[in-house]
């Protein structure tokens, strides 16, 4: 936690804990709680007590949030991105997933199915759609921009479908077993 985070917590910790304490309510729930009626003092005791637990234990979320946040920007600045467009996006377009592909140089060199995920900080490279047509593929080293045919955007396909978290979408006509180079009728959907 940042020197300024840690004197914002302290600040709305006091304000908060002040009227709290002194709520005859929570008091009561409080008393309730504990089986017994608590001696002066012991509910801000222990509101200071779980405050200095999450203080020690970094699980204020918005600071986690920033330091992460931070953490990818430094992590992606140094990247490389290599623009990847399909030459026949009539024959097969993009689908897109609730997550990117996350490469590594681990076994497989590919991550992040919903049973394994792993950190996007620890990527080699993101293989992530933009349209139907284009997409991005953030890299460790420089590559030059490619242009696909259907086969490797079917591959690029079957990679977002594989580690989806949870869905792959599609825009709306697309062929979704073409799209991911599986046998017709696979995706199919009957009202």
Same mark, same amino acid.
């Given at each position: 936690?940042?020197?300024?985070?840690?004197?914002?917590?302290?600040?709305?910790? #006091?304000?908060?804990?002040?009227?709290?304490?002194?709520?005859? #309510?929570? +008091?009561?729930?409080?008393?309730?709680?504990?089986?017994?009626?608590?001696?002066?003092?012991?509910?801000?005791? *222990?509101?200071?007590?779980?405050?200095?637990? @999450? !203080?020690? +234990?970094?699980?204020?979320?918005? &600071? !986690?949030?920033? *330091?992460?946040?931070?953490?990818?920007?430094? *992590?992606?600045?140094?990247?490389?991105?290599?623009?990847?467009?399909?030459?026949?996006?009539?024959?097969? #377009?993009?689908?897109?997933?609730?997550?990117?592909?996350?490469?590594?140089?681990? /076994? $497989?060199?590919?991550?992040?199915?919903?049973?394994?995920?792993?950190?996007?900080?620890?990527?080699? $490279?993101? @293989?992530?759609?933009? &349209?139907?047509?284009?997409?991005?593929?953030?890299? &460790?080293?420089?590559?030059?921009?490619?242009?696909?045919?259907?086969?490797?955007? +079917?591959?690029?396909?079957?990679?977002? @479908?594989?580690?989806?978290?949870?869905?792959?979408?599609?825009?709306? $006509?697309?062929?979704?077993?073409?799209?991911?180079?599986? /046998?017709?009728?696979?995706? &199919?959907?009957?009202?």
């Amino acid at each position: 936690m940042t020197d300024t985070m840690s004197a914002l917590f302290d600040v709305a910790k #006091e304000e908060v804990f002040a009227d709290v304490a002194s709520d005859p #309510e929570i +008091q009561r729930a409080f008393d309730t709680w504990i089986e017994r009626e608590a001696a002066p003092g012991e509910l801000a005791a *222990h509101l200071e007590e779980k405050a200095q637990a @999450w !203080r020690a +234990q970094n699980t204020l979320f918005v &600071s !986690r949030v920033q *330091h992460y946040f931070h953490k990818a920007i430094e *992590h992606f600045t140094d990247m490389h991105s290599q623009r990847v467009t399909l030459a026949r996006p009539n024959r097969v #377009e993009f689908v897109f997933a609730d997550s990117p592909v996350v490469v590594t140089t681990g /076994p $497989g060199g590919i991550a992040g199915t919903a049973a394994k995920p792993v950190a996007l900080l620890q990527a080699e $490279g993101v @293989w992530c759609p933009l &349209s139907p047509s284009v997409g991005i593929s953030l890299c &460790s080293e420089p590559r030059d921009d490619v242009v696909l045919g259907p086969s490797g955007g +079917q591959q690029l396909n079957l990679l977002s @479908w594989r580690y989806a978290s949870r869905f792959v979408g599609a825009r709306p $006509g697309v062929d979704l077993d073409r799209a991911l180079a599986k /046998p017709a009728g696979t995706f &199919s959907i009957t009202p």
